[in-house]
């Protein structure tokens, strides 16, 4: 997981340098900033490269909006000069060439944690979003898209809104995630409740709610793996 502070890179454990963890414990264990950081290779003189990469992420809301960013775009964050938007739009564009592979290709959510490492970006996020990882009926991962953004109460919230995605894609399944900025991923009565409500409406809707993720600062939770909301 990425690191709470913004240490220079140097000044960080081993065991929490991006490349150091990938040398251990191989690409699928880090999160998507660590990934980033990896191919920016530096940061600035006021931040490592992680928090630039986390930063990035959060600015587009993840992998899906970044894999849309324009040159002008990047251009516009702090941090990034010309040589590090070159890598980074060669990277969206390598991405974009094996997402038009076959299906075999895209993600498979066979656990958990395979689905939290889709969505790590989100601990830097300054508000609460909610994301829903639509897949397939093989578990493939279709789609990331952000539904919501705001406070995780259910008087606000549409849960209608959360399944709009999913009707319209043909996605049989899903995977509720959402951040906790606070830092701590522990779920909240509310959280508990809010999943209970969506997991109600998709048994009418015939879309399974497969488990609710919440993302803190350096770790995860699964409301399903505590045995919380899901019968």
Known sequence: MP????LPLRDMPQSERPRERLMHYGAKNL????????????????????????????????????AQASYAQLDEI???????????LALIELAQRINSRPVEYRPLISAAADAAALVMDMAYLPQEHIRIILLDASRRVIAIPTVYIGTLQTS?????????EAITRNSPAFILVHNHPSG????SPEDIELTRTI????ELLDIQVIDHLIIGQQEWRSLKTMGLAFS
């Not at 690191?3 to 913004?6: Q, V």
């Not at 990934?35 to 959060?58: F, P």
């Not at 701590?184 to 779920?187: A, E, G, R």
């Open 199 to 202: 997991i109600a409406a998709g």
């Open 184 to 187: 701590d991923p522990s779920p």
């Open 3 to 6: 690191p709470k502070t913004n």
């Open 156 to 164: 606000i919230l549409r849960v209608a809104e959360l399944f709009r």
């Open 31 to 66: 999160s998507n900033a660590e990934l980033l950081a990896i191919i920016l290779r530096t940061g600035s003189a006021q931040e490592n490269v992680v928090h630039l990469a986390g930063r990035v992420l959060a600015r587009f809301e993840g992998l899906a909006g970044l």
């Open 78 to 88: 702090p941090g990034l000069g010309e040589a590090k938007i070159m890598q980074i």
